[in-house]
């Protein structure tokens, strides 16, 4: 990718391809000659039943997901999913969460409203995923959040869960960005907007064997045996994001690294562009990244300066540079660089020169 724009490290809503947002641009007034934007087209008419049953075709052939998986185009983003996840599957009943950071903790806290919930292992400030899971055997379902946005952990494989108890992993900030074993999966959910598309998509992937137990205070348009009857279009989905998550996926399937095509190549250029960052991090006395190398996310990467007082320098330093939104989450400080798919390894190289350049100066 060449291109004059900054390098976005935004955690999302987050950098899209360049190619993807020139097609935007391009498709606005008139998609396809049908006279109409996307965004003024109906959501049941032909045009954008097209679009949609491309974009979901193309989602299961990247992620290989299987024929009783259901895949639900939805609206209230990975927040929203913490509650309609136990509205859908908890029964009332029992749910266990593994807490490994920000995002979990919100998944457990509203699940509670809902079910009742067993913290079945804590992360807390250690920075390394808990081996020993207190797990029940008569859980709904266990939460994982596989990858935290925040806190920069990241499951590198799926446990296998016991005695049948559906597995739901909140894959939010990773979708797309590696396969999935769908055998070790009940549910899947992932709002678009931190590695697929613009926000107001949510994108749900269920075994269909876990349709049909919905609370009775579940609305309607949350029911997933609701809107996979419906084929995502029981309300007015979100069309735009859906279409530009298309094309997203359509990308995807085209990219190319290291003599490899599609899915594969995105994660090999993802672990390269996560080793660069992290060695770099490592090899410095100025930075330090907190989480275990174990568990180290690939897709956001959480970093400190032991001086704080050069915080500011450093932000300011950087979008000189052309290095956007690096400032950390409030709730934890420091800085963050998401490094997602759509980030070009280009960009993570010249990060790391950043790095390497302020060092000198400030180290």
């Known amino acids: 990718m060449t291109s004059s724009r900054p390098f976005n490290f935004a955690p999302g809503p987050a950098t899209l391809p360049e190619p993807v947002l020139r097609q935007v641009a391009e498709e606005m007034l008139d998609w396809h000659g049908s006279g109409m934007s996307v965004m003024e087209m109906s959501h049941r008419g032909k045009e954008f039943v097209s679009i949609a049953e491309r974009a979901e075709a193309d989602l299961r052939e990247l992620l290989a997901v299987p024929a009783n998986f259901r895949i639900l185009f939805m609206q209230g983003g990975g927040l929203g999913e913490n509650a309609i996840v136990p509205m859908n599957l908890s029964r009332g009943g029992k749910v266990d969460v593994v807490i490994t950071g920000s995002w979990s903790r919100k ?28 797990l029940r055997d008569d859980a709904a379902y266990l939460h ?21 108890v559906p597995l739901v992993i909140d894959i939010s900030s990773h979708m ?26 949510t994108m749900v992937f269920v075994r269909e064997d876990l349709l049909g137990r919905a609370l009775d205070i579940c609305p309607s348009a949350f029911n997933y045996e609701t809107v996979a009857a419906h084929q995502s279009m029981f309300n007015t989905p979100p069309t735009f994001a859906i279409y530009v998550a298309g094309l997203v996926f359509q990308w995807v399937k085209g990219f190319e690294y290291a003599g490899l095509r599609g ?9 390269d562009k996560a080793r660069l960052l992290y060695e770099a991090l490592d090899a410095s006395s100025l930075y330090e990244n907190r989480v275990d190398p174990s568990c180290r996310s690939r897709m956001n990467v959480p970093f400190f300066l032991k001086n704080e007082a050069l915080n500011e320098v450093f932000l300011a330093d950087a979008k000189a540079a052309g290095l956007l939104q690096l400032k950390g989450h409030k709730s934890v400080g420091g800085m963050r660089a998401s490094i997602y798919n759509a980030m070009p390894l280009a960009g993570v190289q010249a990060l790391v020169s950043f790095l390497k350049t302020f060092e000198a100066r400030h180290g």
């Not at 590696?178 to 931190?194: C, E, M, N, T, Y």
């Not at 899915?263 to 672990?271: D, K, S, T």
Request: proline share 5%; with cysteine.
């Open 107 to 134: 998944s457990a806290a509203e699940a509670r409203r809902y079910a009742d919930v067993q913290i079945a292992a804590d992360i807390g400030k250690t920075g390394v995923i808990p081996r020993d899971w207190q």
């Open 144 to 164: 994982l959040c596989t990858n935290e946005t925040i806190d920069g952990v990241e499951f590198h494989d799926l446990p296998q869960s016991a005695n049948g």
């Open 176 to 201: 797309l960005s590696r396969p999935i074993d769908w055998s070790r999966v009940g549910l899947a959910f992932g709002g678009a907007q931190k590695n697929v598309g613009p926000a107001g998509l």
């Open 263 to 271: 899915l594969a190549a995105i994660e090999r250029q993802n672990i």
